[in-house]
């Protein structure tokens, strides 16, 4: 018997590639479920070659589903996580509304996979912030080897972390500068179509920006709360695909050459660093892909033990979707749960 996978959040940008990669995956799943708001009830998406039709969230009896993947947003799942959570589905939630919280898993299954055991404390796992999932990829294997001291990462997100409005808005914008239209911006604070906006979510009391603040507290959290980061996070004028440039200061000697060996037997790395023009991964490249890649692997000597690396991600995949599939690929592989049956 297979397992009754939800969606909630369904006709969204992450909800859509979660039925792609679950289909593309062949995860053992019985029934796949579509949820959104009342709004969107009889719209159409597509999981793998079937057609299935969305369900209301707020009207779905979840007492005979096994696993939720959540991409509501926050004010959605802090309201339906926990209900759905009592209902005995396990909740896997891509917003940020349970990630800092200390009974709840927060997973990145390359980084920390054995701390999934303690979703069973409130069955709500956390899926971590895009630009935070490939970084701890990257960081994982070098921070093993080496013991990492100090991060400083520079972000370079596409606009599809900021939903559909965000890169309808990059191609309207665009093409008004190509037919001399005005520039409509909604969105983003500033015109984003061939510019660049050091501005993601909220500012902060200390004047970072929210996502730079969930970079440090997301990477402290999975890797070691002993690492000393920093970041400064920037939107680009990309559809898919995040980008970070990454300076790292370890504890221990590491070699570029060594650093290289590491990440291409890493989990979920792959490594393309050539030392000429187009030897390098860029977002565009890693659209659709499953990897987080690593390039420009370099020594930084302007401190001891310092490596700088360039690490790329598809942000819709990676950095959302996928990370939620693996972390029930997880759940179901380790025999953490098992399918309840179905009700006819």
Known sequence: MGFKIA????????????????????FPADTVVPLASRRSVGQEVSFGDRTLKVQALESFDFSDTDICL????????????????????????NSSAFRYEADVPLIVPEVNADAITGFTRRNIIANPNCSTAQLVVALKPLHDAATIKRVVVATYQSVSGAGKD?????????????????????????RIAFNLIPHIDVFMEDGSTKEEWKVVAETKKMLDPKIKVTCTAVR??????????????????????RAREILREAPGCLV???????????????????????????????VDNGLNIWVVSDNLRKGAALNAIQIAEVLVNRGLITPKRHAA
């Open 166 to 190: 965000a890169m309808d808005e990059l191609f309207a914008q665009t093409r008004a500068v190509y037919v001399a239209d005005p520039i409509e911006t909604d969105k983003f604070p500033k």
């Open 7 to 26: 969606i909630a959040g369904a006709t969204g940008n992450v909800g859509r590639e979660m039925l792609d990669i679950l289909a593309e995956r062949g």
């Open 70 to 93: 959540m991409s509501a947003g926050g004010s959605v799942a802090k309201q339906w996580a926990p209900k759905i959570a009592a209902a005995g589905c396990v909740v896997i939630d």
């Open 272 to 302: 393309v660093d050539k030392h000429e023009d187009g030897g390098y991964m860029t977002p565009y490249e890693s659209a659709g892909e499953d990897a987080t890649y690593i390039s420009r692997i370099r020594e930084d000597p302007t």
């Open 236 to 257: 680009v004028p990309v559809f898919i695909g995040h980008s970070e440039a990454v300076n790292i200061e370890f504890e221990n000697e590491i070699t570029a050459e």
